[in-house]
T-cell receptor, first 113, second 111 residues
Framework: QKEVEQDPGPLSVPEGAIVSLNCTYS??????FMWYRQYSRKGPELLMY????GNKEDGRFTAQVDKSSKYISLFIRDSQPSDSATYLC?????????????FGKGTLLTVNP | DTAVSQTPKYLVTQMGNDKSIKCEQN?????MYWYKQDSKKFLKIMFS???????INETVPNRFSPKSPDKAHLNLHINSLELGDSAVYFC??????????FGSGTRLTVV
């Protein structure tokens, strides 16, 4: 079993829909959680960073962390065609100076006009 | 001003050649990384340097050798390139767990 599981999709939604993206993880040592957006042929771009259970909101994006269930989510409200990209969850374990990101496989999202 | 810049953007080379990829960050971060993204888009860490010291060396063939002349630069040299090395290589930097920023990638094709 991989440490971080993410449904690769693809996911196709109409413009204006609410999108829900999810990851689960198996190791409770993961304490820092991120969501990245990656457009085709570009580098990953940090969208959200959280380190505690609960919700964090930034514009149309909400990140949710449930450490007891080892489950994280990203919600996109009022989705736009410009949101079409691959969304990657990533996480870091606590302790030491090893800050390596462990990624999920990414979910390919298409928002149709 | 690009935060994490890497060159070249594209690299096409023959099997057996040696090549280098350069990375520079102007964010003042202490830690820099090399990640590899395979054809299925899966991103995996290769190396990490913290203040010029090697911190992470994942199970990468020793044909890959990173070098960090200072904390703003991290280069990747690859000897005797193989077909399986074809991938996109991303440089990244962070300040501990914060501000993790990626470059735009180097698309390496070995023919």
């Amino acid at each position: 079993q991989k440490e971080v599981e993410q449904d690769p999709g693809p996911l196709s939604v109409p413009e204006g829909a609410i999108v829900s993206l999810n990851c689960t993880y198996s190791n409770s040592a993961f304490q820092y959680f991120m969501w990245y957006r990656q457009y085709s042929r570009k580098g990953p771009e940090l969208l959200m960073y959280t380190y505690s259970s609960g919700n964090k909101e930034d514009g149309r994006f909400t990140a949710q962390v449930d450490k007891s269930s080892k489950y994280i989510s990203l919600f996109i409200r009022d989705s736009q065609p410009s949101d079409s990209a691959t969304y990657l969850c990533a996480m870091i374990k606590s302790g030491g100076s090893n800050y390596k990101l462990t990624f999920g496989k990414g979910t390919l999202l298409t928002v149709n006009p | 001003d690009t935060a994490v810049s890497q060159t070249p953007k594209y690299l096409v080379t023959q099997m057996g050649n040696d090549k280098s990829i350069k990375c520079e960050q102007n964010l003042g971060h202490d830690t820099m990384y090399w990640y590899k993204q395979d054809s299925k888009k899966f991103l995996k860490i290769m190396f990490s340097y913290n203040n010029k010291e090697l911190i992470i060396n994942e199970t990468v063939p020793n044909r890959f050798s990173p070098k960090s002349p200072d904390k703003a630069h991290l280069n990747l040299h690859i000897n005797s390139l193989e077909l399986g090395d074809s991938a996109v290589y991303f440089c990244a930097s962070s300040q501990a767990t914060s501000g993790y920023t990626f470059g735009s990638g180097t698309r390496l094709t070995v023919v």
